[in-house]
């Protein structure tokens, strides 16, 4: 490597047969700069031990399952599907968000026969009403709770209120 940050790569070419000399080429490249390393979460193991202790407290072997549910009510009492408002679907996602300390949902708007324009506004209505808000109080969450994770939960949260 040269004084310059340049990287130096010769080539030497097979010398032709007979008293010739070999015949070298060489060619200055940019260095790149080093990546850097990316600090790994910090995962606070007794919290994650008392969030399992705590869910499997509550856990009853008994129970139905989602299947056994005959109606939308039993739905929600089991907490499969949250329906409502976009301030009551704020509330139950953030009281997950508080209690499982998750940071991504997989959320399905339509289903069965349910007609194209109603899942359209339920898509609406949460990326206007809900992503904004728990987007930007669980950056705030994670950032308390996470302090390893709090500056990138803080740009996501701006990202997202940018858009």
């Known amino acids: 490597m040269s004084d310059d940050g340049m990287t130096v790569k010769a080539v030497v070419a097979q010398p032709p047969k007979g008293p010739s000399r070999p015949v070298q080429s060489v060619r200055a490249q940019p260095q790149a700069e080093p990546k850097p390393t990316p600090k ?3 995962v606070d193991i007794e919290a994650v031990a008392r969030q399992l202790e705590s869910f499997l407290k509550n856990v009853d072997p008994n129970m139905p399952m989602l299947g056994d549910c005959e109606t939308w009510d039993d739905l929600e009492a089991f907490g499969s599907i949250i329906v409502g408002s976009p301030k009551t679907v704020r509330e139950r996602l953030w009281q997950l968000i508080e209690e499982a ?3 991504n949902f997989l959320i399905q708007f339509h289903f069965g026969n349910m007609k194209d324009n109603l899942a359209r506004k339920s898509m609406r209505l949460f990326a206007s009403e809900v992503a904004p808000a728990l987007r930007r109080d669980s950056a705030d969450l994670f950032a308390r709770n996470f302090p390893v ?3 990138t939960a803080g740009n996501l949260a701006m990202e997202g209120a940018a858009q």
Do not use: T
Request: proline letters at 11%; hydrophobic letters at 45%.
């Open 40 to 42: 790994a979460p910090v």
């Open 101 to 103: 300390q998750i940071g």
């Open 149 to 151: 994770l709090g500056d």
